[in-house]
Structures are given as C-alpha cells and as structure tokens.
C-alpha cells in the first residue's frame, strides 16, 4: 500500500487536506498529515520530526509519497529524509506536485492501482486539470473509429508518417491508430515513434480512433490522408531501392556550400560519423535542472535540424527535406521526452544518460521491425540522440586517424573537434551543415584550414578515398576534379602561400599605415602554447587571453597556484610584451559541470560573463588573485567580459581592490593598482562607451558577440545567421560610437571579434581611427600586410562612404572594390 | 591535542551554546523586526525557541562527548525552531556532530572542520548561493576567513575573530542585495535595503564561538 504524507506549515490545512484525500482513497492508500510544529504558542511552521514520524507511520515497501507547501516545509522534509534510515530512504519521494490538486490527483491514482511514476506524473500534471479547456483526461466510451488500409509501397515510412503525425497533432481530439495487421499498437497518432512503431506496411489495415471535440473531424481527415497514401502520390519515395535515405552519389561534379575558411586543398576524402560514446549514469542533485537541460539541448538540436530541413527544401527536391522533417518530429516527440525526463526525474540520473539509454531502446525498437525502409529510420534516431548528446556532454567524438594528408566530410564538427585536427593531416573540411560564424570555423581559420559547410547530404553519399577538391573561398568543392581543374587549383593554392609566406618573412616589422601611422598588432589566444606562438609571428603582445582554456573539461575549478603558473609561463613567452587576461567568460553556449547555471530559457540573455563572476565570489577571488599574482613585475591588465552597466564594473573593481589588500596583508608580491579594461559586447555598453570610457582604463570591443546582441539575431541559427553580419550598418555605428567615445575620453580601444581579422574591413575600421587590432595568431601576418596598404586619408575616405550606405552588401560591395 | 590551553573541550562547546541561548533572548527583538522587513516576523523567536529548548535538553539528557552533544542540538533545533532555520541550523549540527566524531578536544584545524562541515550542511539544505540574501552570506565569507587563517597559523582565536569579522562583513552585505531564497524572495525587489535576519543569526553565532572559545 503506497504511503501519503502532507506536510504543511498549517496542521488545519494539512488535516483538511487529508480529509479530502481520504475520500478518492477508498481507504485503499495511508495517509498521514504533518502540518504544524506541534508547539501551541507557535504553531505555524514545519518540523522534520513530525514528517518523520509521519513517513514512518505509513511507510511500506510499496513506497511513500511526501508532499509539500513551501519553503521550509520542504527544507523539513528533506531534513526528514537524511535522519530516515537508509533503506528505507530510498523509497520515499518527495514530489514536487502543488500540494492540494498533487495530493488528491496522486491518491485518485494510486487507489487505481497505478505504480509510483505513473502516479508522480500525474501529481506533476495535476494544475492542468484547472486549465480552462482540458481535454478529458480519460477515454469515453464509444469513441468514434475507422478502418483503412495503407496504399504506400512502402508502407508508413518516415515521410508519410510525419505528414500525418503533423495532420493529427492539428485536432484537439486524441487520435490513436492500430494495426490490425501486425497486431501493433494502439500508438498515439501525435507521436513520431509511436507511429513509426506500428511497423505498417502496404496493405496492412489500421484502425483509427479519436475522441474529444472534434474528434469526427479528425478522423475523417485523418481516414482521407491515410487512403490516398499521406500525400505521397504515386512516387517512388527517395531511395526506393535502398534502404539509405542518402541521394545517389553524384560521381563527378561540383558541390556548392557556404565559405567559412579560405584556401584550397586537393587530396582524398574521408568520412567522420561522430559515434556515441558510451555514458555511465551520474548522479545529479537538482533533477529538475538536469530536465531543463535536457529540454534545452533537445530544442537547440531541434532548431538544428530545422535549418538543416530549410537547406534542404531549398537546394534539394522535398524528398530530403521530409528526412530532415521526420526527425526534427522525433525530437518534440512527446513519448520519447517524456520517457527521458521520467527517467531523469525519478532516477536523479544525468540527462546525457538517461536521453542515450531511451534513444537506443526507440533506435533498437526501430531496428527490430520486419520492415527494412523503418528499419532504416533506427539510424535517423541515432543520427538525432547523438545531435543532443553533444550538446549535452560538449563532448566531442573520436576523430578518424587520418593517415595521409585528406580531406574531412563530417555533419558538423564541434569545436574540440576542430581544436584536435592537425593541419598537416587535416587539408581540408566539407561539412554537411554548421555555419561560417559557428566557432568551430573560426578555429579552422585559425589553424588556417579551409572549409565549405553547408553542403547538405550529398557530401557524405562520397565513399571514402573519392578524389576531392575545395576551395574555400568560392565554396566549391569538385568530386573527382579532372587534370586541369587540378592545375589550376594547385595554381591558386600556390599564389596564396606565396602571398602567406611573404607576409611571414615581414612578421617583425611593426604594424603601420603605409603612410606610417603605427597600429597596434596584437594576438587573442586561448592556450599558454600560443603565447610564443603569437610572437613568433610578429604580435606585439596578446590584446585578450581567453581564460575559459583552464576551466574547461574538468570536474573542478582550477586553483590558485595552477592558474598563477598558467599566467606566469604566457607572461615568460611574451618576455615583456603586454598581456590582457580576461576573466572567466562561461555562460552562453558554455557552460561548466561545476557552475549550476540552473534552467535558462535564454542563455545568451542570461547568465554569462561578468554576471557569473560577480555572484560566484570565490571562483572570481582564486582568478584575480592568480591574475595580481602572476602580474607582480609584468605589463598586465585585466579584462571584464560581458559588461552591461558602470556598476558591473565599479563592483568589479572594488573585488579587485579586497584581493590586492589580501595579497598585500599576505605579503604576497603582486601587480598593483592593475589596470582593468571592459569587453564591449552587447548593445548596453555601447549606448553608455562614453561613462565606461571615463571609469574603465581601457575597451575592447567583441564584434562576434556585439554583431549577434545588436542584430538580435543568433548566427548559429541558419534562419536569421545572415542577419549576424558585422558589416550591418547598425553594427557598425555602433563600433563607430564606441571608438569616438573612447577617443574623446582619451581611453584605449581595441577591437578583437573576427570582423578585425577581416582584410576587408581594415581601412574600415582604420578609417574609424581604431589604433589596436586583436586577432587570432595565424592571422597576424595577413592583417599587418593589408594595415600596410593603407594610408589613413583614403581609408578615412572610404570609412566616409560606407557610413553613407544603408545595407551590409552594400558595405561589402564598397569595400570588395576598394581591395 | 590534548593541551586544555589550545583546544575547545566538551565543557567549551556547552559554555558556547549557553552563550548562544543567552545571545538569542537578547537579541530576540532585533531578529524578529529584521525579519518583519522581509519576512514574517518569527526568527527571533524561532532562534530563541530554540537555543532555550538546547538548553532545557542538555540540562536533562547531558550528552557524554562532543559529537553526542551536537547531535542533540540538531535533534531539539529541528523540532523546535519551527521556519525555515530549524532545518537549516538543525542540519549545520548534524555535520558538526559527524565532524567531531571520536574528538574530545577540538584543535584549531578541527574548529575549522567544523564550522566547514556545518556549513556545507546548510548549503546542501538550502541549496543557496552567495548572493541571495541567505544566512549563507555571512556563513560562506566566515569560512573562507577561518580556512585562510588557519593556513596561516593562527590559533583558534584568531581563526574565530577573522571568521567573525568576516561573518560581519557579509551580513552587512546582503543589506543591497535582493533576495532569491526563502520567504523573502517572494519579495522581489523590495527585499533589496533589509538586512537578512538569518545572515544577522549566523553571525551572532559566529561572533559568540569568538567570544567563548578565546582560550
Ligand atoms: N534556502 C535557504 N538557504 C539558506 N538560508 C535560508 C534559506 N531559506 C531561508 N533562509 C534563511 O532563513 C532566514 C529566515 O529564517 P526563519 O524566519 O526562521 O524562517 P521562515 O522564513 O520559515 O520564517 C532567512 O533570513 C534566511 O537567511
Ligand atoms: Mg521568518
């Protein structure tokens, strides 16, 4: 018998609450109140005790479920749980339910005989029941019904499956379909697995039922769409023949994506398919926020595939795109996220764990089925789980060895991924999807690998080894390229090393004007190896070291002394030349196992940056005192990212000034009275540049970010991405606003987004009168040879026009002709 | 060890919660009324509910070591106290206790054991972060002072007075700040120019180990 106990701060309303229990319980489940303290003079509270003696009183095997009013009546009853003996500890719930409707939801399920998760799904549902027009929970009888067969040659595949779970999800009724054939079902008509788990093929009979308000409308259409083959007509679906959904293998020919890294590289393919690791289950604290996690990563997979979908209505035939559409059904499938979150809920499993358990048992329920075109569909899920599981995990899969030097098809790459490649191996990158401004592809222009994405399936029909060529500025990529397509890519390949090559030989010249204005040329990097490297290539100092390198990929914050001996070696590489260290900049798309940034619905709007450091004072703490530290003797300043309002940064400072009065009281040597600079990145610190300008010892302005928060547009997103463009008119009026301002108050300004880096833009932004670029290390020697083409009269000239133009392309336009 | 001069023993521990009864009743009034500002007017009187209810329990069940002693605080804490401290300090006990199993005599790194167990504790319970206006606000600052002092070879007393001071500094502090746990985040913005009733207790707290254990 499944216990109840409600635990109030009112004894009244918990009692009262009981009574009303009692009545659904047929005397059928235990129930027991625990409202109050028991203490006459006070009696409003909680006390642990009492929802002990409670849980005790009508604990059994069969497992108790606690209910709560607020705050401390949960602290108490948590409390209850930790002085409970072990045993039986684990098999009493606390459940979350709002404690009234919960309550007597809960035991109107439990005298049905549900089990524990059953009844803790409804409880969790149970304020549903108040929305104005909610559909009746249970099936009336004499539910209207019809029966037909499916015309489809090949049955209710993926495509004609979504149309109608589409179709269906369109009614308020619910909608089940049976196959009378094969004896499956019934499934839910609103969900993609369920449907596809019929297993129907030509000829089998369904039976459709449908109850609810407009359940005889739902089901004639729906009887309609199923006898005339779902909208299939009479086609051959796409890979009739073979099971894969994957286009024929164009032989020879030419592919066209989007540019996303420059240069050309010849050489054979081969295919990566990133494989699920295997996961063990973590336990998690908070399941909750482990759900919501779950749901993010789900939504921004799904979002994904909804580009990917758009790509493919747009460059292939519909036939692709419904693959595309099939799975980004699967993933707002309702009985596969709710199968995941149950599992993440009742088991405080992690959410990676409990989405690859569930997706394996959809993929290998998918797989078992006697039809080789559904059968195929198990490979689509595990397409989909492994979408999720890396934004889930951030963690990368395991690359191919590439033993000669080839060329890489892939869906997409993480950035770990890309961080791993080696461009001696790696000459290339042909990516299914993913996106120029994605940071994966500016690590491959920084490791000055070229890359086309974008190109849709086609790339992977390609078998390994096929001759390939691409050019990564034209985003063109040749299968089998013949001779003289060959020699005249090899040609340009060449010119363009040449062209890098000199720029190297010039690398320790400082940067200048040709008219001789000197700019300052200084290098982003994000690992202690690239400080050298940086100088290596003629940088004059580092304009923004990344910290987020030392705290990522680990289970803890890294310490004080790892993080001082990290900045001390970048300090020793640079040998006097200046260092801006930024401080940790988490939050986004990044995030860390040992930072709870709870549920957020907008990350990016959400808590990031300089907010996260703010309010974690003690990871903040280690970091500044690291930074002072390493800084005793050393040209170093400090860098606050994600800053919004002058308050950001006088609460910063102040933090800044407690850790120097510590290391002072410590007698520990370190830099005082640094100087703290900002990050300009979103649109607020732009609008007040004039008040920072006056307080902070110097800017920094992130086009990536700035470019994304002006726009409102996320470049990840391959609908609006177009939109993130740093050459926007508004984007650039506000760079415009940013570098006057700091020139008025005499503050330092640099500017250290990709848009630096960008040749094109340079007599843009040196005809603004920006003096210091910061760009990533391989793009040193490029820039400082286009800064020397300039002299600041023309480039002030040709800033002039584009200030006069009113779209990016047109900008582009300007600035392509002046090249 | 076992020096009576640079150790807190069991007749130490129970002078400190005798202090605490006594700092409770005097200071039953300022609770409440800070606790009126964003609460509900109750953690004088659950505060002093409770040390006096530790102090009638004592008196009739006198625990035989350290751990047992700490053991029965959280007991009578948890069913005295009532709001949401009960569950909170019952908890910070209950840690205390487990870390001083065994002990007779608390040195300086065991004092500091302690409060880090205890305060664990509450942050566990309360699933608080610095920042939201919590007793945590005073605890976290005050842990962080002790561990440092500790390091750096203070005794016990100076290891109290820096966690203190501390305790003092990060009560003072949730005065700006807006509430995110407990009865007065439901407040919203205007729980922000109060000061936190719980972050007052815990230093009290605090501020009386500083008194009583100056050995
Ligand atoms: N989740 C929590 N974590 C830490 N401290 C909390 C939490 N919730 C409340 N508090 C603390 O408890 C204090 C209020 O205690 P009290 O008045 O006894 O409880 P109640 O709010 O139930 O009346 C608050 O001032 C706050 O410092
Ligand atoms: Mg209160």
Known sequence: MIGFVLVSHSAQLAEGLRELAEQAAHGSVAIAAAGGTGDPTNPIGTDAYRV????????????????????????????????????????????????????????????????IDEILREAANALAAKAPQAD?????????????????????????????????????????????????????AGSISAVLGLGARQGHRLRIRAWGNDAGDALAALADFVASGCGEGDEAPPGAAAPSPAPAPPLAGRLTGIPASAGVAIGPLVRYRPSAVHLSARTVEDPEAERQRLLAAVAGARDETRGLDEWSLAHAGAGEAAIFGAQSLLLEDPPLISAVSHAILDGRVDAAFAWQQETRRLADRLAALDDPYLR??????TDLALRVLRRLTGVAGVLPEL????????????????????????????????????????????????????????????????????????????????????EELEDRRERRVAALRQAAAERHRPAATRDGRRIRLVANISAVAEAAEAVERGAEGVGVLRTEFLFMG???????????????????????????????????????????????????????GIRVTLRRRDLFRTQLRAILRAGAGQQIRLLLPMITSLDELREAKSRVAEVEAELEAENLPCHRHMKIGVMIEAPAAAAVAEQLAREADFMSIGTNDLTQYVMAADRTNARVAALADPFQPAVLRTIRQVIGAARQAGTDVALCGELAADPVATPLLLGLGLEEFS?????????????????????????????????????????SSHR | MGDLNVAVTREGVLR??????????????????????????????????????????????????????????AATLIRSVGGAAGPLYGTFFLRAAAACAGKTALGAADVVALFQAGIGGVQQRGKAEPGDKTMLDALLPALDAMRAAEQGGSDIAGILDRGAAAAEAGMLATIPMQARKGRASYLGERSIGHQDPGATSSCLLLQAAARTWRL
């Open chain 1, 554 to 608: 680990r289970a803890n914050a890294p310490g004080e002394d790892e993080q001082l001996s990290a900045y001390r070696a970048i300090a020793a590489s640079l040998a006097g030349r200046p260092l801006v260290v930024r401080t940790l900049d988490i939050g986004g798309d990044k995030g860390l196992p040992y930072i709870d940034f709870g549920a957020e619905t907008n990350p990016f709007l959400g808590w990031r």
């Open chain 1, 52 to 115: 002990l003696q409670a849980i005790e009183a009508v604990y059994s095997e069969d497992g108790v479920l606690v209910f709560m009013d607020l705050g401390s009546a949960v602290l108490s009853a948590e409390t209850a749980l930790e002085l409970l003996a072990e045993d039986r500890r684990t098999r009493v719930r606390l459940c979350p339910a709002p404690l009234v409707e919960g309550t007597v939801a809960a035991v109107s399920q439990a005298a049905a005989g549900a089990g």
């Open chain 2, 16 to 73: 400190w919660l005798a202090v605490l009864a006594q700092v409770f009743a005097g200071n039953r009034e300022q609770l409440t009324d800070l606790d009126r500002a964003i609460g509900d007017a109750d953690h004088g009187i659950n505060m002093e509910r409770g040390f006096s209810a530790v102090q009638a329990e004592l008196a009739a069940n006198p625990p035989a070591d350290i751990r047992a002693i700490f053991q029965s605080v």
């Open chain 1, 136 to 188: 009746a929970t249970a099936e009336p009888p004499g539910a209207a019904e019809i029966v037909v067969a499916v015309p489809n040659r090949l049955g209710l595949h993926a495509r004609p499956a979504a149309q109608l779970v589409r179709l269906a999800r369109g009614y308020r009724a619910r909608v089940t379909l049976e196959n009378l054939t094969a004896h499956a079902g019934p499934a839910d």
């Open chain 1, 403 to 486: 033993r000669e030097p080839s060329i890489l098809a892939a869906p997409d790459l993480a950035p770990a991924e890309v961080q791993d490649l080696d461009p001696a191996r790696c000459l290339g990158l042909c990516l299914e999807s993913g996106s120029p401004l994605a940071h994966s592809m500016i690590m491959a222009r920084a490791k000055g690998i070229p890359a086309v994405v974008g190109l849709g399936p086609a790339i992977s029909a390609l078998a390994d080894g096929t001759n390939v060529a691409i050019d990564g500025e034209q985003a063109a990529v040749w299968i089998s390229p013949t001779a003289a397509e060959i």
């Open chain 1, 376 to 381: 195929a569909r198990a490979a689509d899920v």
């Open chain 1, 775 to 815: 760009v990533s290390v391989p793009l040193i020697p490029e820039l400082k040879r286009a800064i020397a083409q300039w002299t600041l009269p023309e480039a002030e000239a040709i800033a002039g026009k584009a200030f006069g133009l009113d779209s990016c392309h047109a900008v582009r336009r300007l600035l």
